[in-house]
T-cell receptor, first 113, second 117 residues
Framework: NAGVTQTPKFQVLKTGQSMTLQCAQD?????MYWYRQDPGMGLRLIYY???????DKGEVPNGYNVSRLNKREFSLRLESAAPSQTSVYFC????????????FGSGTRLTVV | DQQVKQNSPSLSVQEGRISILNCDYT??????FLWYKKYPAEGPTFLIS?????DKNEDGRFTVFLNKSAKHLSLHIVPSQPGDSAVYFC????????????????FGKGTKLSVIP
């Protein structure tokens, strides 16, 4: 099925460990996004990539880095995980026009202990 | 400061009745509004949208109403079905004014709808 694929689906990290969340889309979308969802907080934008070769900070970028590897792939890296980064992470993509909304992946549930 | 507000964390409705989910926004630059639906353990899925140049958009059982002067929008589901039970997120975009044309979305906290058979 066409869409947004996120890996892994679940991950447990120890404080201070690093990891990379992977995201790939096969819809030829130009823009890609990383959101986190916390209980009672809705979805908050971490980083986005308007087009291949560009990335920008969102609302909550601290503690994260991103790489837009090519048009299809957009990864999110936690260099030194902290318990406050325990969350569900969603990757999304869009064609660049607000009309179509976003297509989201199924999420990565990350626990930092 | 929350730019998109969904003040009702939850809503219960009988099957066959109308569900009305509300959303308020504060940023007058928002010019496009969307509703997403989310089931547990899945990503949000796009449901319906409306441009600020319209006051109503309908798609089957789902209708979104926009009141720009009140900075308020609502999603009506008629008739409600048990499969509609999910968390609904309101989102807004200042697409024409965003830097780099990325059309970032600002989300509300969501309303959990339960449709009782």
């Amino acid at each position: 099925n066409a869409g947004v694929t996120q890996t892994p689906k679940f991950q447990v990290l120890k404080t201070g460990q690093s990891m990379t969340l992977q995201c790939a889309q096969d819809m030829n979308h130009n823009s890609m996004y990383w959101y986190r969802q916390d209980p009672g907080m809705g979805l908050r934008l971490i980083y986005y990539s308007a087009s291949e070769g560009t990335t920008d900070k969102g609302e909550v970028p601290n503690g994260y880095n991103v790489s837009r590897l090519n048009k299809r792939e957009f990864s999110l890296r936690l260099e030194s995980a902290a318990p406050s980064q325990t969350s569900v992470y969603f990757c999304a993509s869009s064609i660049r026009r607000a009309n179509y909304g976003y297509t989201f992946g199924s999420g990565t549930r990350l626990t930092v202990v | 400061d929350q730019q998109v507000k969904q003040n009702s964390p939850s809503l219960s409705v009988q099957e066959g009745r109308i569900s009305i989910l509300n959303c308020d926004y504060t940023n007058s630059m928002f010019d496009y509004f969307l509703w997403y639906k989310k089931y547990p353990a899945e990503g949000p899925t796009f449901l319906i949208s409306i441009s600020s140049i319209k006051d109503k958009n309908e798609d089957g059982r789902f209708t979104v109403f926009l009141n720009k002067s009140a900075k308020h929008l609502s999603l009506h589901i008629v008739p409600s079905q048990p499969g509609d039970s999910a968390v609904y997120f309101c989102a807004a975009s200042a697409g024409a004014h965003s830097g780099a044309g990325s059309y970032q979305l600002t989300f509300g906290k969501g309303t959990k709808l339960s449709v009782i058979p």
